[in-house]
């Protein structure tokens, strides 16, 4: 079968969901030419998601010492997570878990990509001020590159549960969140902030912050985020 491979965003970190077998062939060369596209996207801190995968050969792990090589070089990181206990003995074996580092779950991987061990050769994502939560990828994209413009690091997301692993992994001082679907969230906001450090502020977007004029919307949003920040002074 060949390998399926399926990637989201959870903020800075591009979550890369494999299935299937990475061996020697269409399989190592399909992983290498989808990270390569996420590098050239300047897409540089990867966590490859292998919990799915059966077998890992030699190219394989060829290959993974590879990717993670060019990740460092482009100024980013790579790491694992799900690794079978197959995996997991043949990277003892290999002493390459001294080299790729692997984690049970995905969210202890995040957080490592995002604060990485003193003296470790690998850089981390930008520091981040904001957190923010939203359905549509375009109002994403617009209110980041708004907060960006105006000096606060911003990652973001589509869906609740990547909201709460980057609030962990992040540490924002900030979270700036749909007022629609959070208030539909079992518990709401306040069961998403509670495991985050304490003093985050809240700040909701308006229900109708994607279709009223983009120009007041934005300026609206940069006034209550000032206020926000303003707040915890």
């Known amino acids: 079968m060949p390998l ?3 990637t ?12 299937g077998r990475i061996i020697e062939g269409d399989e190592v060369t399909a992983l290498e030419g989808h990270v ?5 996207l300047r897409r540089r801190h990867l966590l490859l998601d292998v919990r799915e995968v059966s077998f890992v050969d030699s190219a394989g792990l060829g290959l993974l010492v590879r990717l993670l090589a060019r990740a460092r070089a482009a100024g980013g990181n790579l790491m694992l997570c799900g690794t079978s206990p197959h995996i997991q003995k043949t ?3 290999t002493r390459l878990h001294q080299v790729l580092a692997s984690f049970e779950g995905e969210a202890d991987a995040i957080a ?9 050769a690998a850089a981390a994502p930008a520091a981040v001020d904001i957190v923010c939560v939203h359905p549509s ?3 994403l994209a ?20 990547d909201a709460a692993t980057l609030l962990r992994a992040t540490r924002p001082t900030m979270l700036l969140v749909d007022a629609v679907s959070s208030a539909a969230w079992d518990g709401g906001v306040d069961r998403l902030v509670g495991g985050s450090p304490s003093g985050i502020q809240v700040v909701a977007l308006p ?3 994607a279709t009223d004029d983009p120009g007041a919307a934005g300026e609206r949003l940069l006034a209550d985020v000032a206020r926000a920040a303003a707040a915890r002074l």
Request: charged share 20%; glycine share 8%; hydrophobic share 40%.
């Open 36 to 40: 390569r596209e996420l590098l050239d």
């Open 207 to 209: 229900a109708t912050f």
């Open 4 to 6: 399926d491979i399926q």
């Open 91 to 93: 990277l003892r074996v």
């Open 137 to 139: 990828h375009d109002v």
């Open 142 to 161: 617009y209110a980041q590159q708004l907060l960006r413009q105006a000096g606060y690091g911003v990652v973001t997301t589509t869906n609740r549960a």
């Open 112 to 120: 490592a990509l995002y604060r990485p061990e003193a003296g470790s």
């Open 8 to 19: 989201r965003a959870v903020g800075d970190v591009s979550v890369v969901g494999c299935t």
